[in-house]
């Protein structure tokens, strides 16, 4: 594995359902929900399976929810069926709102809620939730999805974690410590502020691009097996490795793993295996 300064210019872990031909309808649901800070601090979940999940910074405490169901079936009995199996589950206390897409491929009604393939594959039907969110900009965060569909999340200010399975997920306009995965995608996350927290980010079969302003400093470490590492930022080896050599427009190519940008700052962790992980200067 190579880093060096940037130039100038398949494994699905799980799959719910066969697809069915046959009938399909959606219904679109609007919900809203009050998230005062409790000492300081209020955290959402949204955990959904299939679809897709975009959230986006909002003002107030209120929680807008646009949510899409889609439903699939051989007949009319499966829809009916997909319907009554399949629900939005709310659960709310004091500082904390967890969302989930919740149903029969649920094999546990507990806080993890795991995926169960066995049951999933015997459903007879596909279900769908497209969510769309307006949210507190200074919420903590964890949004998890699985399968058909991105996760975008845009300029939330509090801790931010995201995990995807079959998609990509893309972060915006973000300011605090932020770990985000996917396994089949890319990952791009750009931050209107220098994180203070830890950061990580992994793929699989993917490329990472991460972008920051100017001022950005940390503690990288950056692996991927068929792909380099390249950055905007000026950094200096932590690990032995050669000399670093001046190449096409006085940017810097080096061979090592871990390396401090700038003056250093938070951990700055990076993994994918195929794919390049670009570390960019913000315009």
Not at 107 to 131: I, K, M, N, P, Q
Request: proline share 4%.
């Amino acid at each position: 594995m190579r880093i060096r300064r940037l130039p100038t210019a398949a494994l699905a872990l799980l799959a719910l359902a066969a697809p069915l031909a046959g009938v399909e309808t959606s219904e679109t649901e609007h919900r809203a929900f009050d998230l005062p800070a409790v000492a300081g601090h209020r955290f959402l979940l949204v955990d959904n399976v299939t679809g897709s999940v975009i959230v986006r910074a909002g003002s107030g405490d209120r929680i807008e929810l646009e949510l899409r169901k889609s439903y699939r079936s051989d007949g009319a009995a499966g829809l009916e069926r997909a319907r009554r199996e399949t629900k939005l589950t709310v659960e709310q206390e004091p500082g904390r709102l967890a969302l989930v897409q919740d149903g029969e491929f649920r094999c546990d009604r507990s806080a993890h809620r795991f995926l169960c393939r066995e049951e999933a594959e015997g459903l007879g039907y596909e279900v769908g939730f497209d969510w769309v969110l307006t949210v507190p900009r200074d919420l903590d965060l964890e949004v998890r999805n699985v399968n058909d569909g991105p996760v975008e999340i845009a300029g939330v200010t509090g801790r931010v974690e995201a995990s995807n399975v079959n998609g990509q997920v893309t972060l915006s306009e973000l300011g605090g410590a932020t770990r985000a995965s996917t396994v089949n995608g890319d990952l791009r996350a750009s931050f209107a502020a220098v994180p203070t927290g830890d950061l990580r980010f992994a793929s699989v079969n993917g490329e990472l691009e991460l972008a920051f302003p100017a001022g950005f400093g940390a503690e990288l470490s950056a692996h991927t097996l068929n792909g380099e590492v390249l950055t905007d930022f000026p950094f200096q080896t932590l690990a032995p490795a050669p000399a670093a050599t001046r190449g096409a427009r006085g940017r810097h190519r080096l061979s090592a793993s871990s390396v401090r940008i700038g003056g250093g700052g938070p951990r700055l962790e990076c993994e994918t295996v195929n794919g390049d992980i670009l570390i960019r200067a913000r315009d």
